[in-house]
C-alpha cells in the first residue's frame, strides 16, 4: 500500500515554483464547483479583469490557458503562426531556444537573433534582422530570461518590431508581477506568463493576452490552429466577453476549478499589494540579496543594467560542488536554489526572489545558508559578513 | 478591491468534476516544493506505480499529463498520427468528434464509423471500415461516452482493429476506476483519461499510458510532433523510467505540484479501496439511483446492456423546463446534476455518480431533489416513491 505523501516545508528561492502564499494553498483546497456553474462563472469574469490589472491591459482576451507556462507560450505560436511564416526570435538563454521550437513545429522558419547569454536582446541586432527580414510576419523575445536573469526592453524591441509591421510575443513567464510590464503602453500584441514566479502562485496554469490586432490575425487565418485544445478561436467561446452573461459560454474543457481558485487568490493578493508596490518589493530585497551576495565574493552574470531582481544568477566560485552545496541547502536548511540550466550547468546558481519569496526573512535565510555552507566546503569566498552586508542595506532604507 | 472566492459546498453529480474527497483537497493543499526536489521525485515514481494499477497495466510510459483531458486526448493524437496517415474513429457520442478534430489538425484523414448517440459502437461496422480502408494505421474510440452514457466493448473493439493490423486510442476519461478497464488484458496501445470524473481528483490533469508497439511508432515518426508541450520524445526525459535515479532527468516544463499532490492521493484512495471494489461500487448505487429514477418514471437514454453506472443518461420529460429544474436542484439543494451536450443539449439530463459522488446519501439526495423540484413543477413524473425505490433496493442487498 502507498501511504499519503506529506512534503516537507522548504524555502523555494529558486527559478520557480517560488514560496506560495498560504493564503493560496487555503483557496485551492476549497470546495471543488461545476466548471458551468453560475458562481464559477463569475469568478472567471472576475479572474479576468485581475489578470487585466497584472498585466496592464484592457484587452479582452486576458485568460489563464489551463496548462502550464510552455502551452502558453504555445498557445500564442499556433494561434498566431501558420506555415511558411517567417519569424524573427530573439534569442538570450534556453526560452527563446523554445519559442525556436514552437516556430519550427508550426511549419515556419525561425530567424534567430543571437545575444551572449546573460545578455539584454539587443535592439540594433533585431533592427538589422528586421531590414534583412522583409517577409517576417512576427518577432518574439522574453522580458525576462529565466535561465540568466536577463531582462530585455519590451517597449523598444516592440517599437521596432511594428516599425516594420511586425506582431510581437513576449514571454512574461518571470517578468509579470516581479518588474515593470505595461503590455498595453508598450503594445505588445501578445504575451504569456506563468503562475509560479512573481505571482507565486502554485504551477500550472498560464495567463495569456491577445490585443485587436493579434485576434484580427488568428480570424484571418488560412488553416486551422494545428492544436484544438490550445486554439483560441474555441477557448474564446468558453472565456470570451460574453462569459458574464453566463448562457452563451460554450463548454471547451473542464476548467481546472481549484488550480484557478488558487490564480484568483494570488491576483487578490497582488491587487491588495498594489502592482507597483510588488516591483518595488522585488527590487528592495534583491538589493539586499546583493549586498550580502557581493560581500561573498560572488559574481552576477548579468550587467547591473540588465540584471533582473528577481532572478539572481551567480557564478560558482573555482572549486565548488555545485550539487553538494545544493543538496546542503536543501537538507540542512530546508532551501532550494536553482541550479544552471543548458550550457549554464554546474557553472551558475540561480537564486529566485519571486512574489512572496521575495521577503526580508528569505534573504537572511539564504545569505546565511550559503555563508555556512561555503563556509564548510571551504570555498574561496570572503566567509562570515553576508547577513551583516544585507542588514546594513536594510538599515540603510 | 476583488475579494477572495468562496465557494459553497456543492454536491456533484453532473458529468465532472464530481465530488471531490476533502482528503484529495487538503493533500493539493500542503506546501509547495520544486519539480526536481528529490521528494517530488519520489512522489511521481510512486504516481507512476499507482496509475500502472488504476489501469491494469505495466506500460513504463504511464504518466499524467499536466493539462486536462482534452490535452490528454491531443496528447495520444498528435504524438502516433502523422500527416497523410488514415485513423478510423469510432463516433457515438461528442468525443468521438473531437477525436475527428484531432486527426484532421494532423494532417491525416479521419474515417468515421457512426453509430447513433448511446449506442455502444458496434463492432461490425467498425470491422466493415476496416476492411474499406487497408490503409489505416490506427482506430479510436471512447469506451465511457460523456455525452450519453454509453459503454462500448473496449477488448472486442481492440482486437478487431490488432487483427488489421490497427494500432488502437482508447478514451477511458469516464471510465477509469468507475468501469472495468484492464489495458494489458486488452491491448490497448496507447490510452487517456481525466482526474475529474471517476478519480474524484480536481480536475485538470490527465493520465495518459503507452505501450511499447506505441512508442516504437513514435520514435519512428517521420516529422517532429507538432506540439512542443504534448511531444513525448521531451515528456519521457522528465517522466520517464529514469525518473527514479534522479539524476537523468530532464527538464521540460514546470509541473503542476500541488495537482499532481491531489492526483496521488486519489490514487493512493483508489488503491486502499481496491480498484474491483470500485468498480462494484459504481454499479450498486447505480442500481439504487436507477430503481429510484425508474420509480419516478424517466427514462434512460440508454438500453441497459450498454448502460454506464457512473453517467445516467435520461430523458427529461415533456413539457419540463430544463433550465429551470437545474437552477432549482442547485439553489435549493446546492445539488449540480448535468445538462445535455449538443443535439442533446434541453432533451436530458446527465446524473454522474462518479468516484466519491458514488455514494448512498448522493443517491437519496438526488432523488428526494428531483422528487420534490418535479413535483413542485407539476412535471408528468409519479410523484412521492423514488426515495423509498431506491431504499427498499440497498435493503434487498
Known amino acids: 500500500m502507498t501511504s499519503s505523501f506529506y512534503p516537507p516545508q522548504r524555502t523555494l528561492m529558486g527559478p520557480g515554483p517560488s514560496d506560495v502564499n498560504p493564503r493560496i494553498t487555503q483557496a485551492m483546497a476549497r470546495p471543488t464547483i461545476g466548471h458551468l456553474d453560475p458562481l464559477f462563472v463569475g469568478m472567471m469574469d472576475e479572474m479576468k479583469g485581475l489578470l487585466q490589472y497584472a498585466l496592464q491591459t484592457e484587452n479582452a482576451l486576458t485568460i489563464p490557458v489551463s496548462a502550464p507556462g510552455s502551452a502558453g507560450m ?71 530570461e529565466t535561465s540568466t536573469g536577463a531582462s530585455s526592453d519590451v517597449k523598444t524591441l516592440t517599437s521596432l518590431a511594428h516599425q516594420y509591421d511586425c506582431l ?27 503562475t509560479q514566479k512573481c505571482l507565486s502562485c502554485t504551477p500550472g496554469l498560464s495567463p495569456v493576452s491577445f ?19 490550445l486554439d483560441l478561436n474555441l477557448v474564446m467561446g468558453y472565456w470570451g466577453p460574453s462569459s458574464s ?10 476548467a481546472p476549478v481549484n488550480a484557478l481558485y488558487a490564480l484568483h487568490e494570488s491576483l487578490v493578493i497582488l491587487e491588495e499589494e498594489g502592482l507597483e508596490n510588488a516591483w518595488a518589493r522585488h527590487a528592495l530585497h534583491h538589493k539586499a540579496l546583493k549586498a550580502g551576495l557581493e560581500s561573498l ?6 550587467a547591473e ?3 533582473l531582481p528577481q532572478l539572481n544568477a551567480v557564478t560558482i566560485p573555482a572549486g565548488v560542488d555545485d550539487g553538494a552545496v545544493r543538496a546542503a541547502l536543501l537538507n540542512d536548511y530546508n532551501l532550494e536554489i536553482g541550479a544552471g540550466l543548458g550550457p549554464m550547468a554546474g557553472k551558475v546558481w540561480r ?19 550559503l555563508d555556512e555552507v561555503l563556509g564548510r566546503m571551504h570555498a574561496p569566498v570572503n566567509h562570515g559578513d553576508a547577513v551583516s552586508a544585507a542588514l546594513a542595506f536594510y538599515q540603510r532604507q
Chains 1, 2 share one sequence.
Not at 484580427?216 to 488553416?223: P, S
Not at 565574493?297 to 548579468?302: D, E, I, T
Not at 526580508?360 to 545569505?367: A, H, I, R, S
Open 211 to 229: 490585443n485587436q490586432r493579434a485576434i484580427d490575425v488568428i480570424k484571418a487565418r488560412k488553416t486551422a490552429v494545428q492544436s484544438w485544445f
Open 305 to 307: 543594467a540588465d540584471r
Open 297 to 302: 565574493g560572488l559574481n552576477f552574470v548579468v
Open 351 to 369: 537564486i529566485g526572489l519571486m512574489g512572496y519569496a521575495a521577503r526580508k526573512d528569505n534573504v537572511l535565510l539564504c545569505l546565511s545558508a
Open 245 to 254: 452573461t453566463g448562457s452563451k459560454r460554450a463548454y471547451h474543457h473542464t
Open 168 to 194: 510581437v510575443i513576449v514571454d512574461a513567464v518571470t517578468s509579470l508581477a516581479g518588474t515593470e510590464l505595461r503590455v498595453d503602453d508598450w503594445g505588445v500584441d501578445a504575451i504569456y506568463s506563468g
Open 74 to 144: 504555445e498557445t500564442c505560436f499556433v494561434n498566431l503562426v501558420e506555415a511558411g511564416d517567417t519569424v524573427i526570435v530573439c534569442q538570450n538563454g534556453v526560452f527563446g531556444g523554445r519559442m525556436k521550437e514552437n516556430v519550427e513545429r508550426c511549419g515556419a522558419t525561425a530567424v534567430m537573433v543571437q545575444d551572449e547569454w546573460g545578455k539584454a536582446c539587443d535592439p540594433q541586432k533585431l533592427e538589422d534582422a528586421l531590414k534583412a527580414h522583409p517577409q517576417a510576419k512576427l518577432v518574439a523575445f522574453v522580458q525576462a
